[in-house]
């Protein structure tokens, strides 16, 4: 993959803030260590779990929902229309877990801690999209790696291509 679309993979990628999301609900975190040059996660459980399976599926399900690859792209034009928004996702998930505690096994006591859990990852992360600042560093990235593929050609020479002793990648 040349790294242009690596570098916009990252700024889209949702599945790491959707892990750590899970993991808390879980009542785990991962402990990362290396054997014989190899990259071993663990998961280590901390406390008991926030819901039950189904709980735990239904809230990811809810917020795969509200963080993916096309909702990264998106922009709040205001602040106010970004805190209305968030405004939104907390009343919904505050409402869907009251609505589905009993079935998800949740008391009432874990209903805040599991909201205020979540949008403490969910705010953040939205934050990108005001005053449409992450499409604007995306076409700083895209921009900066034009810039550079352009002077690495250049100094190349416009004819290296057509030399046999040149090297190729």
């Known amino acids: 993959m040349d790294l242009p ?5 990252i700024r889209l990628q949702t599945a790491d803030i959707l892990n750590k999301i899970e993991l808390y609900l879980r009542g785990k975190r991962q402990k990362e260590s290396y054997e014989d040059g190899k990259t071993i996660i663990e998961d280590i459980v901390y406390g008991a779990p926030m819901a039950n399976e189904l709980g735990i ?35 919904g998930l505050i409402q869907n877990i009251i609505i589905n505690r009993d079935k998800w096994d949740i008391t009432i006591n874990q209903v805040s801690c599991i909201v205020d859990g979540i949008m403490n990852f969910v705010q ?3 934050t990108r999209l005001l005053d449409n600042k992450e499409r ?3 076409t700083d990235t895209l921009r900066s790696v034009e810039t550079n593929t352009l002077r690495e050609n250049a100094q190349q020479g416009i004819f290296s291509n057509l030399n046999p002793f040149s090297k190729r990648t």
Do not use: A, C, D, R
Request: proline letters at 4%; a negative charge; charged letters at 15%.
């Open 124 to 126: 953040p992360f939205y």
């Open 136 to 138: 604007e560093s995306y």
């Open 57 to 91: 599926q239904s809230i990811m399900s809810f917020l795969e929902l509200l963080l993916n690859p096309h909702t990264v792209q998106g922009n709040f034009k205001t602040e106010s229309h970004f805190n209305g928004y968030i405004q939104e996702v907390h009343e």
């Open 5 to 9: 679309n690596k570098q916009l993979e």
